[in-house]
């Protein structure tokens, strides 16, 4: 679609990735742009003195009130936190407020498949991709799996779906957005640092349907209790996955294969592929796999490019990504992993025993799921040891050790010191699986740079002796 943008002076509220995007957008259409944003590091004064020199109003070091005078439209960045005072007040003077996904979604030029989720979205979003790859469209995937929505959508060729992953806090604040298919993988507890609750997070992935209408559908996980709380707010079609041969499930597991059971062709069950042609292993990889074969399906892709979009995935860079085998143990880079549902769920890829390596920066949630499984596969000899480390390790290790047997865990600073203990613990056979469940900036940029940091460590520990 293609919707005229009647606001003529823009307030750019965040010069991240997303809001250089937006800004850059926004003077290409002629609107006046102000920029607003609290830092004043060197790279970011060098990126405001480009917008400046393209006539954009640019003013760091804080986002006090008066940055507001004059704007009939504010557009956020994802990072930052929703009630801040000053987008309190543009809420109070009736300026609208728009995340970067409500104004690109202006701009598309072809249905929107949109997907979030707690865990698993990039994973989802990519295999949607590879899918309609397969089918022989020139889809692009965009959002928060790393290429703002708004560059993607001049990118994707007029009637070719985009697929967008989108976070809560772009949700948050979309109004009138309305993809052709909303994808809801799963929440569980996460982001209480800038939500105030579950219930508040549960509401803004709600968001994600509340415009769709008779012609859209939303895909939910059936196996999820609190997916299928929220598919009840879903004013359109549903169409639910499972890992389970249930009768609501539309895309399902029954066996050792996955089948569809088409709405329209009267509930025909047709098989899509055995389960063991995945590219990835773990039973959160499936759920996923699952998802991306229902939206897709949903436009009407032909299941065999399903079946060779799914075949043919390799996954993504620090997603349970395999690293390499060092005399015999496996090592798994899951960096991705920052809050501990996806810890939790990395767990299903393995059954043998296991050297876990947790911490970082705690989001305000508890461990105690995390380490009560943990328990059970330690009971299972499935549990060699468990590191914990960074700002978060005490926390930690104080759930691990309160769980009954208590676990193995060596509280340490980082992971220099977690490899120079290792050669005393691993076994021939073993996993060190490094699945934090914490965000990464109490040491790194983010949850890449911690990932290459891992997977350096193996390479080096790979080089030296052990013996």
């Keep these: 679609m293609s919707v005229r943008l009647e606001a003529e002076r823009v307030l750019v509220l965040g010069l991240g990735v ?51 005078e004059g704007v009939d439209l504010v557009v956020v960045s994802p990072g930052i936190r929703s ?52 089918a022989g469209l020139e889809a692009r995937a965009a959002g928060n799996i790393g290429h703002p929505m708004i560059y993607a959508v001049e990118e994707t060729p007029q009637g070719v779906p985009l697929v967008v992953e989108v976070s809560s806090f772009q949700l948050f604040y979309v109004h009138e957005f309305r993809p052709r298919v909303a994808v809801l993988l799963n929440v569980a507890e996460d982001h209480f640092d800038w939500h105030e609750d579950l219930e ?67 509930g025909v069950q047709t098989a899509i592929m055995e389960v063991g042609e995945l590219g990835l292993s773990g039973e959160h990889n499936l759920e996923n796999a699952l998802a991306a074969a229902a939206a897709t399906l949903s436009l009407e892709v032909p299941p065999e490019a399903v079946r060779e979009g799914l075949r043919e995935y390799r996954g993504l860079p620090h997603r349970l990504q395999f690293v390499g085998k060092v005399e015999g143990v496996d090592f798994y880079d899951d960096s991705k992993a920052t809050n501990p549902h996806a810890a939790l769920r990395a767990l299903s890829a393995f059954s043998r025993p296991l050297v876990m390596i947790l911490g970082g920066r705690n989001k305000g949630l508890s461990f105690r799921e995390l380490a009560e499984e943990l328990s059970v596969r330690a009971t299972k000899g499935e549990v060699r040891m468990i590191y914990s480390i960074g700002e978060a390790a005490e926390e930690i290790a104080s759930a691990l050790r309160e769980v009954r047997p208590p676990l193995p865990v060596r509280v340490l600073a980082g992971l220099e010191e977690v490899f120079d203990d290792l050669p005393d613990v691993v076994r021939e056979g073993d996993v060190v699986l490094f699945s934090p469940a914490c965000a990464s900036f109490d040491r790194y940029r983010d949850y890449r740079e911690r990932g290459d940091h891992f997977q350096e460590m193996v390479r080096m520990f790979g080089g030296r002796s052990r013996g």
């Design 200 to 266: 508040d997070y549960l509401r803004a992935k709600c968001r994600i349907w509340m415009n769709q209408g008779g012609e859209d559908c939303a895909v939910i996980n059936l196996d999820d209790p609190l997916s299928v709380r929220a598919a009840q707010t879903v004013p359109g079609r549903k169409r639910f996955f499972s890992r389970r041969p249930r009768r609501e499930a539309e895309i399902f597991r029954e066996g050792d294969r996955i089948y569809w059971r088409d709405p329209v062709g009267g």
């Design 83 to 134: 009630r801040l005072p000053v987008l309190l007040e543009a809420e109070r003077r009736g300026i609208p407020v728009w995340s970067e996904i409500e104004l690109a979604w202006r701009f598309a030029r072809g249905p929107v498949v949109a997907v979030t989720g707690t865990n698993g979205k990039t994973t989802t979003v990519s295999m949607i991709e590879g899918i309609l790859r397969k």
């Design 18 to 68: 997303s809001g250089r995007a937006v800004a850059d957008r926004l003077l290409r259409e002629g609107k006046e742009v102000r920029i607003n944003d609290v830092s004043t590091s060197p790279e970011m004064r060098e990126v405001a003195g480009e917008f400046a020199g393209r006539g954009a109003e640019v003013i760091l070091g804080h986002h006090r009130p008066e940055v507001l």
